[in-house]
Nanobody, 117 residues
Framework: QLQASGGGLVQAGESLRLSCTASGFTLDYYAIGWFRQAPGKEREGVSCISSSGGTTYYADSVKGRFTISRDNAKNTVTLQMNNLRPEDTAVYYC????????????WGQGTQVTVSS
């Protein structure tokens, strides 16, 4: 299973670091994505990283502020979020997709990020 952690309440301009940790399986062969869902809105993709870490993607809304990275030795993917804005407020989820079996998908339980103005 995946465990997302690191959320909290911060003021605009501050930073948070989210972690996505796997238990029961290794992340070496999984692409990892971060998604978020704000109240009343659909879940949206924020960032993702390939299994090797060599390829990353960011939504335009977070580009230049968020950085995704992975440490396969620690079985963890990190989303560093800087210069947070009130519109970043949402529940953040991580998702793993097996690069050899695309139908093998795991979701973390979500962690709340609240940014006050």
């Amino acid at each position: 299973q995946l465990q997302a952690s690191g959320g909290g309440l911060v003021q605009a301009g501050e930073s948070l670091r989210l972690s996505c940790t796997a238990s029961g399986f290794t992340l070496d062969y999984y692409a990892i994505g971060w998604f978020r869902q704000a109240p009343g809105k659909e879940r949206e993709g924020v960032s993702c990283i390939s299994s090797s870490g060599g390829t990353t993607y960011y939504a335009d809304s977070v580009k230049g502020r968020f950085t995704i990275s992975r440490d396969n030795a620690k079985n963890t993917v990190t989303l560093q979020m800087n210069n947070l804005r009130p519109e970043d407020t949402a529940v953040y989820y991580c998702r793993s997709v097996n690069i050899y079996a695309g139908d093998e998908v795991h979701w973390g339980q979500g962690t709340q990020v609240t940014v006050s103005s």
